[in-house]
T-cell receptor, first 117, second 116 residues
Framework: GAVVSQHPSWVICKSGTSVKIECRSLDFQATTMFWYRQFPKQSLMLMAT?????????EQGVEKDKFLINHASLTLSTLTVTSAHPEDSSFYICSAREVGGPNEKLFFGSGTQLSVL | AQTVTQSQPEMSVQEAETVTLSCTYD???????LFWYKQPPSRQMILVIR??????QNATENRFSVNFQKAAKSFSLKISDSQLGDTAMYFC?????????????FGAGTRLTVKP
C-alpha cells in the first residue's frame, strides 16, 4: 500500500531555533498534503493544506509566518517551525492524497514529536 | 462548518466482548465520507473503516462494523470480540469531498482499553 514517510520522528531543539519536518510520499504522487498538530491526549487539529506548486492554505489561528509550508514537488512537503518556542512543542502529523486516487483516501505519516527547550 | 463529536472520552471492555463507540456530526451536505481511525501508542494513524454517505448499507471490516444513521447524523463503531491489540485512541472523522481540498476533520477521540 501507499506509504508516507515523515522525518524526523522526534526532534529536540533550543528555543529560538528553526526546525524542518519532511513529509514524503514514497510510492505515489501527492497533489495535496495536510499538516496536523496534536497535543497530548487531544485530537488532530488541521493546521494547513498544501498543494504542489502553490501557496499553502492555513486554518484560522495558525500563523503562516511561524509555520512555513513548502510543497515543491509531488512527493515532498515540508513544515518549518520558525523561531520555535516551548509552546510549539507538540506532535505534528502529515497526510497525503494520491494524484488520481480516490478523494477520500488519505495516507498518514508516522508523526514528529517536537520538544522545544 | 462541519463538526464531529465524540462524547465518550474513555471506555473499557473485557477481552472477547463487544463495545460500541459513539460519534455524531453536523453538516448540511448530503454527500460526504465518514471514517474511524485508530491511534495506538505508536501514534500512527490507522484507518479502521470508511463509510460513504450515499450508501445505505453499513460498512463492515472483519470485527469492526458501523451503525450509520444519516438522518440522525450518527456514526457509531462496534468492535466485536475485542482483542488486547484494540487498545488505542479511536477518532471519528468527517470529509466533504467538495469542501476545501477535501481535508479531514476529527472528533476529540475515545480512549479504549481492552482488559484481559
Amino acid at each position: 500500500g501507499a506509504v508516507v514517510s515523515q522525518h524526523p520522528s522526534w526532534v529536540i531543539c533550543k528555543s529560538g531555533t528553526s526546525v524542518k519536518i519532511e513529509c514524503r510520499s514514497l510510492d505515489f504522487q501527492a497533489t495535496t498534503m495536510f499538516w496536523y498538530r496534536q497535543f497530548p491526549k487531544q485530537s488532530l487539529m488541521l493546521m494547513a493544506t498544501s498543494n504542489e506548486g502553490s501557496k499553502a492554505t492555513y486554518e484560522q489561528g495558525v500563523e503562516k509566518d511561524k509555520f512555513l509550508i513548502n510543497h515543491a514537488s509531488l512527493t515532498l512537503s515540508t513544515l518549518t517551525v520558525t523561531s520555535a518556542h516551548p509552546e510549539d512543542s507538540s506532535f505534528y502529523i502529515c497526510s497525503a492524497r494520491e494524484v488520481g486516487g480516490p478523494n477520500e483516501k488519505l495516507f498518514f505519516g508516522s508523526g514528529t514529536q517536537l520538544s522545544v527547550l | 462548518a462541519q463538526t464531529v463529536t465524540q462524547s465518550q472520552p474513555e471506555m473499557s471492555v473485557q477481552e472477547a466482548e463487544t463495545v460500541t463507540l459513539s460519534c455524531t456530526y453536523d453538516t448540511s451536505e448530503s454527500n460526504y465520507y465518514l471514517f474511524w481511525y485508530k491511534q495506538p501508542p505508536s501514534r500512527q494513524m490507522i484507518l479502521v473503516i470508511r463509510q460513504e454517505a450515499y450508501k445505505q448499507q453499513n460498512a463492515t471490516e472483519n470485527r469492526f462494523s458501523v451503525n450509520f444513521q444519516k438522518a440522525a447524523k450518527s456514526f457509531s463503531l462496534k468492535i466485536s470480540d475485542s482483542q488486547l491489540g484494540d487498545t488505542a485512541m479511536y477518532f471519528c472523522a468527517f470529509m466533504n469531498p467538495l469542501y476545501n481540498n477535501n481535508d479531514m476533520r476529527f472528533g476529540a477521540g475515545t480512549r479504549l482499553t481492552v482488559k484481559p
